[in-house]
């Protein structure tokens, strides 16, 4: 035998050797192909059941995920809602808190003025009493001055009632006097004698004066000692000392007089009240 012929004998060996392999493999796989393809064919029915019982579950899921969505929506616009109500709420209570503030600061304001007022008040309270302790010391001052004043004018009236009574006396006693001087052929005019008279050194003011310039009241009368009869002299001091003319006292009250101008005054010139009338301030030469 050749040496090809041998090798070609041992790769027939090998070869048929490699077909033995094959074929047991074959044999033994197919057997274990089949177990196994049942195994997994088990295993995919299970596993469809599984995928059946997944799909339910996961329909089941996708309601329960619809529905949760449904809830979280109503939900998410029920919290929108409240959150919405919340800052209006909070907005509202910023808003009276800002009102609050503002009342407070003006109630603080009103109390500060109160309080200033009540202050003031109570000053003047204070002093009220203050001047009524003076009133009420000043108003006994004026009572026991009322008491003495009626004791004066009980002393007074007193005093009256004898002057009355010696006024009547005197003008009993005058009446007789002119009924004596009658009889004798004598007049009982006082005006007749005393008129002639110088008066006695007096000073007072033009009190009234007519329209016609020619009548005035004076402010002295016989208890200065004018009688009717007795002539004055009339000036006035401002704005310039100056000479106005003459009177004549045609009536004679105790504190007031009645006196007639004598010709006419200088330069025609009006009298005033408060003009001066005076027995002793004589013209200039």
Same mark, same amino acid.
């Given at each position: 035998?050749?040496?090809? %012929?041998?090798?070609?004998?041992?790769?027939? *060996?090998?070869?048929?050797?490699?077909?033995? %392999?094959? !074929?047991?493999?074959?044999?033994?796989?197919? +057997?274990?192909?089949? /177990? #196994?393809?049942?195994?997994?064919?088990?295993?995919? !029915?299970?596993?469809?059941?599984?995928?059946?019982?997944?799909? &339910?579950?996961?329909?089941?899921?996708?309601?329960?995920?619809?529905? =949760?969505?449904? +809830?979280?929506?109503?939900?998410?616009?029920?919290?929108?809602?409240?959150?919405? =109500?919340?800052? /209006?709420?909070?907005?509202?209570?910023?808003?009276?808190?800002t009102q609050v503030r503002?009342?407070?600061? +003006?109630?603080?304001?009103? #109390?500060?003025? #109160?309080?200033?007022? =009540?202050?003031?008040?109570?000053?003047?309270?204070?002093?009220?009493? =203050?001047?009524?302790?003076?009133? &009420?010391?000043?108003?006994?001052?004026?009572?026991?001055?009322?008491? &003495?004043?009626? /004791?004066?004018?009980?002393?007074?009236?007193? *005093?009256?009632?004898?002057?009355?009574?010696?006024?009547?006396?005197?003008?009993? $006693?005058?009446?007789?006097?002119? #009924?004596?001087? $009658?009889?004798?052929?004598?007049?009982? @005019?006082?005006?007749?004698?005393?008129?002639?008279?110088?008066?006695?050194?007096?000073? %007072?003011?033009?009190?009234?004066?007519?329209?016609?310039?020619?009548?005035?009241?004076?402010?002295?009368?016989?208890?200065?000692?004018?009688?009717?009869?007795? &002539?004055?002299?009339?000036?006035?001091t401002s704005p310039r000392?100056?000479?106005?003319?003459?009177?004549?006292?045609?009536?004679?009250?105790? @504190?007031?007089?009645?006196?007639?101008?004598?010709?006419?005054?200088?330069?025609?010139?009006?009298?005033?009240?408060?003009?001066?009338?005076?027995?002793?301030?004589?013209?200039?030469?």
């Amino acid at each position: 035998m050749t040496f090809v %012929g041998k090798i070609l004998v041992i790769v027939i *060996m090998a070869f048929a050797l490699l077909f033995l %392999g094959i !074929s047991t493999m074959v044999f033994v796989t197919e +057997t274990n192909w089949k /177990d #196994a393809t049942a195994k997994e064919q088990a295993k995919v !029915s299970e596993l469809k059941k599984k995928i059946s019982t997944g799909d &339910e579950a996961v329909k089941a899921a996708s309601i329960q995920l619809e529905t =949760a969505k449904a +809830t979280h929506t109503t939900e998410v616009k029920r919290l929108n809602d409240t959150i919405a =109500a919340r800052e /209006d709420e909070i907005k509202r209570a910023q808003t009276e808190i800002t009102q609050v503030r503002t009342a407070l600061e +003006t109630a603080q304001q009103s #109390a500060r003025t #109160a309080l200033e007022d =009540a202050a003031a008040r109570k000053a003047e309270t204070d002093q009220l009493r =203050a001047q009524k302790s003076a009133v &009420e010391k000043q108003a006994n001052e004026f009572k026991i001055r009322q008491t &003495e004043l009626n /004791d004066k004018i009980r002393e007074l009236s007193r *005093m009256l009632e004898t002057a009355n009574g010696n006024l009547k006396d005197l003008r009993d $006693r005058v009446a007789r006097f002119s #009924a004596l001087l $009658r009889k004798n052929g004598l007049s009982d @005019d006082i005006t007749h004698v005393v008129a002639l008279e110088t008066p006695p050194p007096v000073e %007072g003011e033009i009190s009234r004066v007519d329209p016609k310039n020619k009548r005035l009241e004076i402010t002295i009368g016989s208890d200065d000692g004018l009688v009717v009869g007795h &002539e004055l002299y009339i000036y006035r001091t401002s704005p310039r000392p100056e000479y106005l003319g003459k009177l004549k006292v045609i009536s004679v009250d105790p @504190d007031q007089s009645v006196g007639q101008v004598i010709g006419n005054t200088v330069h025609g010139k009006k009298l005033l009240e408060g003009d001066y009338v005076s027995s002793t301030v004589r013209p200039r030469s």
